[in-house]
């Protein structure tokens, strides 16, 4: 459910009724796993306002719940106001906290017979052909989720190496369980998941995979999905340049081409960095922006090189301000200082004073004052994602590729956010371009 706290506005006579933008928009609610430009927005919240949300778990639970057409199940979009296209939206990352209890992942199969084309959007039951069939937990393990109508086996996916992992009461450590406490676990599934009340997917914990026990874990929780809406209907996993190669003359609905697909957001991103304190700037391709966040992880690696990570429900806060004309492709990250690479640090006044010494050597008297950004890239593979991050960073700073390959060598560096295809291009920026696209003053309280 979603509500807001701002009373209904009243009209004026012969004059339609529009809603105030909201202090705080409370978000409950949400998509079948589609990111659908044509259908109704959230709030508004207004600008400089909070949006609230108790997503649920990302992947493995709608990878195995075929009536979700997206392979995610992300929060109902929220408006803001003044948002116009062309324009960014600032989203600070207020507060992320961890509600589920346990979650279970591992990598993944495609089961062959069970999808059309694309196991995340087109589910297909092998018994009665159904697409995208409504279905039932029967018992736990592999084999428990059946199609309502004629009762086969229907999850398109199946875990080949997994685990399952209980988390203590502070959300500080997980450990990775036996076969009894998964299969405890596995009977209360939606209890530990602590799947919010309007989602309807089925909890991979029901599955009770133990390949790997014992394993300790520190959780450092992040989005995986966290942007806005995208200017043609698509996925929400598929909002990405990698995820999104699949859409591109697929045998579904869900189909674009490749022009389509350049009128995504790119907010699948699966980085890290995407946590409490950070700063995410999003492109605005629809009025409003349409902001949603859902596939919050407990923690994992650059890269999530085994496809998928622990994927929990939990409770985040945002604060969302419009940045007017920006006119950026792709999000924009000031992450935590304590998350950037070392020659992507700002310097200390140490550093700089030494740095000073050695250019008056040299017969220079100042040197260029720099602040930290990261550029995100999305691609078909990692050499295609970079050289979208380089492009779009030297567009919005407006120097050579060349200069940011060189600046992100010396001074900074290329990481990976998701394999096959996320980068973040992370370097010191010149302070006085990003004055000039109107950045700096938001670098500037990241790293004060």
């Given at each position: 459910?979603?509500?807001?706290?701002?009373?209904?506005?009243?009209?004026t006579?012969?004059?339609?009724?529009?809603?105030?933008?909201?202090?705080t928009?409370?978000?409950?609610?949400f998509t079948?796993?589609?990111?659908?430009?044509a259908?109704?927005?959230?709030?508004?919240?207004?600008d400089?306002?909070?949006?609230?949300?108790?997503?649920?778990?990302?992947?493995?639970?709608?990878?195995?719940?075929?009536?979700?057409?997206?392979?995610?199940?992300?929060?109902?979009?929220?408006?803001?106001?003044?948002?116009?296209?062309?324009?960014?939206?600032?989203?600070?990352?207020?507060?992320?906290?961890?509600?589920?209890?346990?979650t279970?992942?591992?990598?993944?199969?495609?089961?062959?017979?069970?999808?059309?084309?694309d196991?995340?959007?087109?589910?297909?039951?092998?018994?009665?052909g159904?697409?995208?069939?409504?279905?039932?937990?029967?018992?736990?393990?592999?084999?428990?989720?059946?199609?309502?109508?004629?009762g086969?086996?229907?999850?398109?996916?199946?875990?080949?190496?997994?685990?399952?992992?209980?988390?203590?009461?502070?959300?500080?450590?997980?450990?990775?369980?036996?076969?009894?406490?998964?299969?405890?676990?596995?009977?209360?599934?939606?209890?530990?998941?602590?799947?919010p009340p309007g989602?309807?997917?089925?909890s991979?914990?029901?599955?009770?995979?133990?390949?790997?026990?014992?394993?300790?874990?520190?959780?450092?929780?992040?989005?995986?999905?966290?942007?806005?809406?995208?200017?043609?209907a698509?996925?929400?996993?598929?909002?990405?340049?990698?995820?999104?190669?699949?859409?591109?003359?697929?045998?579904?609905?869900?189909?674009?081409?490749?022009?389509?697909?350049?009128?995504?957001?790119?907010?699948?991103m699966?980085?890290?960095?995407?946590?409490?304190?950070?700063?995410?700037?999003?492109?605005?391709?629809?009025p409003?922006?349409?902001?949603?966040?859902?596939?919050?992880?407990?923690?994992?690696?650059?890269?999530?090189?085994?496809?998928?990570?622990?994927?929990v429900?939990?409770?985040?806060?945002?604060?969302v301000?419009?940045?007017?004309?920006?006119?950026?492709?792709?999000?924009?990250?000031?992450p935590?200082?304590?998350?950037?690479?070392?020659?992507?640090?700002?310097?200390?006044?140490?550093?700089?004073?030494?740095?000073?010494?050695?250019?008056?050597?040299?017969?220079?008297?100042?040197?260029?004052?720099?602040?930290?950004?990261?550029?995100?890239?999305?691609?078909?593979?990692?050499?295609?994602?970079?050289?979208?991050?380089?492009?779009?960073?030297?567009?919005?700073?407006?120097?050579?590729?060349?200069?940011i390959?060189?600046?992100?060598?010396?001074?900074?560096?290329?990481?990976?956010?998701?394999?096959?295809?996320?980068?973040?291009?992370?370097?010191?920026?010149?302070?006085?371009?990003?004055?000039?696209?109107?950045?700096?003053?938001?670098?500037?309280?990241?790293?004060?």
């Amino acid at each position: 459910m979603s509500t807001t706290t701002s009373p209904p506005q009243q009209a004026t006579p012969n004059e339609p009724s529009a809603p105030l933008a909201a202090e705080t928009v409370f978000v409950g609610q949400f998509t079948d796993g589609v990111l659908d430009p044509a259908q109704p927005l959230l709030g508004p919240v207004r600008d400089g306002g909070h949006i609230v949300a108790n997503t649920a778990p990302g992947c493995w639970g709608p990878m195995i719940t075929p009536s979700l057409r997206g392979g995610h199940e992300v929060t109902r979009q929220v408006a803001v106001a003044g948002a116009e296209v062309g324009d960014a939206i600032v989203i600070r990352i207020r507060d992320m906290s961890v509600t589920s209890q346990a979650t279970a992942s591992g990598n993944d199969r495609m089961v062959e017979g069970r999808f059309r084309g694309d196991p995340y959007v087109a589910g297909q039951c092998p018994g009665c052909g159904q697409l995208n069939p409504a279905t039932t937990v029967e018992g736990i393990g592999p084999g428990a989720i059946r199609c309502q109508q004629c009762g086969a086996d229907a999850s398109p996916f199946e875990i080949i190496h997994g685990y399952t992992i209980a988390f203590d009461e502070a959300r500080t450590v997980g450990v990775t369980l036996p076969e009894e406490g998964a299969e405890r676990i596995a009977r209360e599934a939606k209890r530990y998941a602590a799947t919010p009340p309007g989602s309807c997917q089925n909890s991979v914990l029901t599955l009770a995979p133990h390949e790997m026990v014992g394993v300790m874990a520190r959780l450092r929780p992040f989005l995986g999905q966290l942007g806005t809406t995208p200017a043609v209907a698509m996925p929400d996993s598929h909002n990405a340049g990698d995820f999104g190669q699949f859409l591109i003359g697929a045998p579904h609905e869900m189909a674009l081409t490749a022009e389509q697909l350049e009128l995504r957001t790119d907010g699948h991103m699966d980085i890290d960095a995407v946590r409490a304190g950070a700063v995410l700037i999003c492109p605005v391709k629809v009025p409003g922006g349409g902001i949603y966040l859902g596939d919050m992880h407990a923690m994992q690696g650059d890269g999530e090189i085994a496809g998928h990570t622990c994927d929990v429900a939990g409770i985040t806060t945002l604060q969302v301000h419009v940045l007017k004309g920006l006119n950026i492709d792709g999000p924009l990250l000031l992450p935590l200082a304590e998350d950037l690479p070392y020659l992507a640090r700002p310097f200390s006044g140490e550093e700089y004073a030494r740095a000073l010494e050695l250019a008056g050597a040299y017969g220079m008297h100042e040197l260029e004052q720099t602040l930290p950004i990261s550029v995100v890239g999305t691609g078909p593979d990692l050499n295609a994602a970079t050289d979208n991050g380089l492009r779009r960073a030297a567009e919005l700073l407006g120097l050579p590729v060349e200069e940011i390959r060189n600046r992100a060598t010396i001074a900074g560096a290329i990481e990976i956010g998701r394999h096959p295809g996320v980068v973040q291009v992370t370097f010191l920026a010149p302070a006085e371009r990003l004055e000039a696209c109107g950045l700096r003053d938001l670098a500037e309280q990241q790293y004060a």
